[in-house]
């Protein structure tokens, strides 16, 4: 199956400050990139649907301005949090969808776990 | 995009097959069955998909009802790797605002 990679796969950082994660699209172009979010013991919630070269769309609840995305590339997608507070702790997973003759697939990267002190 | 319902949890014996089901029964004619799984602290894990017949690949097979209100992922030989979250999601095929939404899943549980 197709690779999605995140960068970094952990991260610790002090409260207010601001953390970048990295995800790419390995062996594949992904026009729309997804950004998730999971607490522990719970599933995972949609944050933003980001397609190359334009604004990310944000569900309802998600701030855009705190959770920047950057889609800059058919292969790399970025998900900055700024100001970070120890309630944006979280395990953070992005996706890439590939476009097939039969049906879309979506592809999931290891994630990345975020912890705010 | 339809909703889905799974039990909450399963055990399966390891070596033995591991029959996951799904009830989508406001399943939509061009809406596609897809199965991921998610072990723990890592990312979910694409599965496989169908949209009328039964379809199989090397990780397993899903089995489609013919009125396509259910649905079985198998895996035929359950190993200890295999124990995760599976979650059994229906989408459209098209569409610029299709995405997979998560619900609570199965937890599959392979016993030694």
């Known amino acids: 199956g197709a690779v999605v990679s995140q960068h970094p796969s952990r991260v610790i950082c002090k409260s207010g400050t601001s953390v970048k994660i990295e995800c790419r699209s390995l062996d594949f172009q992904a026009t729309t990139m997804f950004w998730y979010r999971q607490f522990p013991k719970q599933s995972l919630m949609l944050m933003a649907t980001s397609n190359e070269g334009s604004k990310a769309t944000y569900e309802q609840g998600v701030e855009k301005d705190k959770f920047l995305i950057n889609h800059a590339s058919l292969t790399l997608s970025t998900l900055t949090v700024t100001s970070a507070h120890p309630e944006d702790s979280s395990f953070y997973i992005c996706?890439?969808?590939?476009?097939?003759?039969?049906?879309?697939?979506?592809?999931f990267g290891p994630g990345t776990r975020l912890t705010v002190l | 995009d339809a909703k889905t319902t799974q039990p909450t949890s399963m055990d399966c014996a390891e070596g033995r097959a591991a029959n996951l089901p799904c009830n989508h029964s406001?399943?939509?004619?061009?809406?596609?069955v897809y199965w991921y799984r998610q072990i723990h602290s890592q990312g979910p894990q694409y599965i496989i998909h169908?949209?009328?017949n039964n379809e199989t690949n090397e990780m397993a097979s899903l089995i489609i009802t013919e009125d396509r209100k259910s649905s079985t992922l198998i895996l035929p030989h359950a190993t200890l790797r295999d124990t995760a979250v599976y979650y059994c999601?229906?989408?459209?095929?098209?569409?610029?605002?299709?995405?997979?939404?998560f619900g609570s899943g199965t937890q599959l549980t392979v016993l030694p």
């Open positions: 169908g949209l009328k």
């Open positions: 406001t399943i939509s004619g061009n809406e596609y």
């Open positions: 999601i229906v989408l459209f095929s098209s569409g610029s605002a299709r995405q997979l939404t």
């Open positions: 996706s890439a969808r590939t476009d097939s003759l039969w049906g879309d697939t979506q592809y």
